[in-house]
């Protein structure tokens, strides 16, 4: 089963302070991380897993999550859906 960072991190028993000590990152980096903000890079992607015991394919990046419901909110809000609707029903 995969599982997002920060549940791994709480899992394994870190704060958000001594993960960035370990893994040699900000705070702030981690929450981005977690949160979704950004992306660790795939070489930052092996030194979580074996900081937190897992394999890479075990992690779960919610980005992808977040870019697709920040891209079909910005489509609802453009208008854009409610004039393809007019389109299609006349």
């Keep these: 089963m ?3 960072l920060c549940e791994l991190r709480k899992a394994s028993g870190f704060t958000q302070v001594e993960a960035a000590e370990k893994l ?7 929450s981005k991380w977690e949160n979704g903000e950004a992306l660790p890079r795939a070489d930052m992607l092996f ?13 779960k990046l919610i980005r992808a999550v977040k870019a697709k419901q920040h891209t079909e909110e910005r489509y609802e809000q453009s208008g854009f859906k409610g004039f393809l609707e ?5």
């Design 2 to 4: 995969r599982k997002g």
């Design 24 to 30: 040699q990152v900000d705070q702030t980096t981690i």
């Design 47 to 59: 030194r979580i897993a074996g900081l937190y015991g897992v394999k890479v394919d075990n992690i």
């Design 86 to 90: 007019e389109i299609w029903d006349e």
